[in-house]
C-alpha cells in the first residue's frame, strides 16, 4: 500500500513536491464544485455529484502528492463512483426507468466494460489511459440515443464526451511529450477533467429546470 508510483513525465524523486503543476491544479475540481453547488441547490443527483467532484480533487491532490499505492486507490475510486452515480442518474432522470430497470444497467456497466475494454487496449500508444476510454464511448452512446427524446441534453452529454476525449488525448500525450515539455500534459487532464465532471451536473441541472423539476 505504500509502494512508490513514479507515472508522469512531471515527477522526478520521490519528494512530497515532487508534482507541483500536477498537484496545483486539482485545485480545478474542487472549484469547479464550489461553482457548481449553489446552483444545484435543491437538486439531489446534482449536489451528490459535485460532493463527489470535491473529493475527485481530494483524492487527486493525495496521489499527486504522496504518490503510492493507497493515495492512487483514493485517486481512482471517487471517480469511479462518479461515474456509476451519473448513469443511475441518466437512468433515472432521463429515461425515466424505475430503481430495478437502473440497477439492471448500472449492472451491465462491468460486462460493458470487459467487452470494450480490450478492444481499447489495443489501440496503439492509449496505455494505461486505455480503462477511461469505454467512459466516453458510453456517454456517445447515450448522446445517440437520446437525440429525439431529450435532444438538449443529448447535446450536451455529446459536448461532455467530446471533452473528455480531449482530456484523456491530454493524459496519453504526457510521457510522449515529455522529452520536448518537461512539465508534461497530465496537469490538462486535471483541468479538462473537472470542466468536463463540472459540465455533466450542469446538463442534469439545465435538464430539470426545463422540466420544472428542480426539487429533486
Request: glycine content about 6%.
Amino acid at each position: 500500500m505504500f509502494e512508490h508510483i513514479d507515472s508522469y513525465c512531471e515527477r522526478l524523486d520521490a519528494s512530497f513536491w515532487a508534482e507541483p503543476v500536477n498537484f496545483v491544479t486539482n485545485a480545478a475540481f474542487i472549484l469547479a464544485a464550489l461553482y457548481v453547488w449553489p446552483q444545484v441547490r435543491g437538486m439531489i443527483w446534482g449536489q451528490v455529484l459535485a460532493v463527489i467532484l470535491f473529493v475527485i480533487g481530494v483524492g487527486s491532490s493525495l496521489f499527486h502528492s504522496f504518490a503510492q499505492t493507497w493515495a492512487a486507490i483514493a485517486d481512482v475510486v471517487p471517480i469511479l463512483i462518479y461515474v456509476l452515480v451519473y448513469i443511475a442518474l441518466s437512468h433515472r432522470v432521463y429515461w425515466q426507468h424505475s430503481w430495478p430497470k437502473t440497477a439492471l444497467f448500472l449492472g451491465l456497466f462491468v460486462p460493458y466494460v470487459a467487452l470494450t475494454l480490450p478492444l481499447f487496449q489495443m489501440v496503439p500508444g492509449l496505455g494505461s489511459s486505455a480503462a477511461y476510454a469505454p467512459i466516453p464511448l458510453l456517454i456517445f452512446i447515450h448522446a445517440f440515443l437520446l437525440r429525439r427524446r431529450l435532444p438538449q441534453v443529448a447535446r450536451g452529454l455529446a459536448i461532455g464526451a467530446s471533452i473528455l476525449c480531449a482530456s484523456i488525448l491530454a493524459r496519453v500525450l504526457d510521457e510522449p511529450m515529455c522529452g520536448i515539455w518537461p512539465m508534461g500534459t497530465h496537469f490538462m487532464w486535471h483541468i479538462l477533467n473537472a470542466a468536463m465532471l463540472m459540465h455533466m451536473i450542469l446538463v442534469y441541472r439545465a435538464h430539470m429546470l426545463a422540466a420544472g423539476q428542480a426539487g429533486r
